[in-house]
């Protein structure tokens, strides 16, 4: 049995060989490191990029909205300006406070002379039924004389 333990060849593997089998995987590595950079650089500029065009299409959105809203405006202001032109032809015609006061103050006017008139036709219709008695004395006085005067 030992000659067989000696008789068996043994290979003796040096660590030159190796050496090369490290630097191919080093030269590998350094590849790969270059890859990842190279993937990472990509990645970045893609998310770039990306957060850009976001930001162009909420800028977009945003100015978008705001001239829907400079017109939501306009159109509120055109509105409120019919309004009040709609307004102004109601009103044309009706009279102002002014109008009103110097209407008022006609009336008062009116009122006063109606004061006096009928302060006048109340003196007139005494006057006239002391003028109704008086006739009525004298038609008495009338038909009295006329009875005598007759009678004579």
């Known amino acids: 049995m030992c000659a067989l333990a000696f008789s068996t060849p043994f290979t003796f593997v040096s660590c030159k060989d190796y050496d090369s089998d490290i630097s191919r995987i080093d030269n590998v590595d350094t590849e790969l490191t270059k890859q990842v950079s190279?993937?990472?650089?990509?990645?970045?500029?893609?998310?770039?990029?990306?957060?850009?065009?976001a930001a162009d299409e909420a800028i977009t959105a945003a100015n978008s909205a705001q001239a829907q809203a400079e017109l939501a405006k306009q159109a509120a202001a055109d509105a409120?300006?019919?309004?009040?032109?709609?307004?102004?032809?109601?009103?044309?015609?009706?009279?102002t406070q002014e109008d009103l006061k110097a209407l008022a103050s006609t009336v008062e006017g009116i009122e006063k002379d109606l004061n006096k008139l009928s302060a006048e036709v109340d003196a007139l219709i005494?006057?006239?039924?002391?003028?109704?008695?008086?006739?009525?004395?004298?038609?008495?006085?009338?038909?009295?004389?006329?009875?005598?005067?007759v009678g004579i």
């Open 38 to 53: 190279a993937l990472q650089t990509a990645l970045d500029a893609t998310k770039a990029e990306a957060a850009k065009k």
């Open 80 to 95: 409120k300006a019919a309004a009040i032109k709609e307004a102004q032809k109601l009103m044309e015609g009706v009279a």
């Open 126 to 149: 005494k006057y006239n039924q002391a003028l109704d008695i008086q006739l009525k004395a004298l038609e008495e006085f009338k038909t009295l004389v006329t009875t005598k005067l």
